[in-house]
């Protein structure tokens, strides 16, 4: 039988809302307007905004503002579309920024 691991899960920082499990973590390397950032590929206990266009560095995108349900803070988007092939995986996928996030284990 495999053992049980239990992974951390990250929180907003501002309130210690659930945001995000450890085994949701898809990628470390992105950066966001305070700085690095991570990529989930599922968020819960937030608020989606309406879509916008918006230029990244890869690229130009059809994202949503990712808000915490509990405080109001925007911890980052939600890659909604994307108009290159290269960068389809993102779709879905959520973008939190390492400032907003604490750690529970």
Known sequence: MGESKTLPTSLCRNCENPLALGEDLISKKFVG????????????????????GRKLLTGSYVVADVMCSKCGEKLGWK???????????????????????????
């Open 79 to 105: 890659y909604v579309e994307t108009f290159n092939l290269k960068q389809w995986y993102k779709e879905g996928m959520f973008v939190i920024e390492k400032l907003k996030l604490a750690k529970k284990y």
């Open 33 to 52: 307007a305070s700085g690095p950032a991570f990529m989930f590929s599922h968020a819960m206990n937030v608020v989606v905004g309406p879509k916008i």
